[in-house]
């Protein structure tokens, strides 16, 4: 499998004692690598923001449209392509100087759930999770059932399966999340980020009710409508569901001049990166 690193140019002055934050970034079928870094301008906020991005790039022999197989079992309890990703972080933490602390991983729609599940089955190596019109944790377990799970959510292994994730790590540490939506997405139907959601509460065990958040459509159209359910932990932000109107299955403020992105924000990689500077690992 390959990957392409990004390093920024002008990296942060407490780098040398600290170690740059890395992102690994997933990409979503009929994607390569390459592709997904510029649509979503991941390293133009990386420089500013002075995070090391990873983007590992899924085989066309594995499978023909380079999705990963978030629907598979063995995949969901920690196989398949996830011991190779992982490994891939280890080299590239042992050759430059990462902080361990400030690992996250990211990806939309199948690297959606693909990152989620390496989040999951390692999550003493991830500080938070970043989820673009993913499906749902779980479920699924063959193509057809894949196909199931994108147009109308899991049902009830939603519950299970993040049971099942804190039955595997009796010491689960949470997984800060970050989930962003299209309202019309019919790929992968919002069904699945409540689902999502619904996960994630209950795996960084939370019980309290959201702060939510209207922000209105820009002028000109450069801004969709979308709401923001922010759910804390004393004054931590543990997850952040953006809900964004109008957009269907695209990256929220990426390149139009590439697939899979719209050009109306907000911007998902902005959001992504501000939410993950303020999560690290213990």
């Known amino acids: 499998m ?8 002008n990296p942060p002055e407490d780098t040398q004692r600290k170690g740059l934050p890395l992102l690994v970034m997933l990409h979503g079928c009929h994607q390569t690598a390459t592709q997904f870094a510029q649509g979503t301008r991941m390293n133009q906020w990386a420089e500013q923001m002075g995070y090391a991005v990873l983007y590992p790039q899924q085989l066309v022999s594995t499978h023909a449209q380079r999705c ?7 995949t969901q309890e920690g196989g398949g392509d996830v011991p190779i990703i992982v490994g891939m972080i280890d080299k590239v933490m042992t050759q430059y100087a990462i902080d361990r602390s400030r690992i996250y991983i990211a990806g939309i729609s199948a690297g ?3 990152a989620n599940i390496v989040a999951l089955n390692h999550p003493h190596l991830f500080a938070a ?27 009830l292994r939603a519950d299970a399966a993040a049971h099942e994730v804190l039955t595997r790590h009796p010491q689960f540490p ?3 999340a970050i989930l962003i939506q299209g309202a019309g997405d019919n790929v992968v139907r919002p069904i699945n980020q409540i689902q999502l959601a619904r996960q994630s509460q209950l795996l960084n065990r939370l019980s309290a009710v ?13 801004h969709n409508a979308h709401q923001l359910h ?12 953006a809900h964004i109107a109008d957009l269907e299955h695209a990256w929220s403020g990426g390149d139009p001049a590439l697939a899979f992105n719209a050009k109306a924000g907000p911007d998902a990689s902005k959001m992504m990166l501000e939410f993950f500077s303020r999560h690290q690992r213990g």
């Open 68 to 74: 990963w197989k978030w629907y598979d079992r063995a």
């Open 129 to 155: 999770v970043g989820l673009h019109s993913g499906p749902v944790f779980g479920a699924g377990h063959n193509t057809i059932g894949a196909l199931g799970v994108m147009q109308h959510g899991a049902a």
């Open 174 to 176: 949470g997984m800060p």
């Open 210 to 222: 959201p702060k939510i958040t209207h922000k209105p459509q820009g002028r000109s159209g450069r």
């Open 112 to 114: 959606a759930g693909m």
């Open 2 to 9: 390959s990957y392409w690193l990004y390093l920024p140019n």
């Open 230 to 241: 922010d759910f804390y932990e004393g004054r931590k932000l543990l997850l952040r569901v």
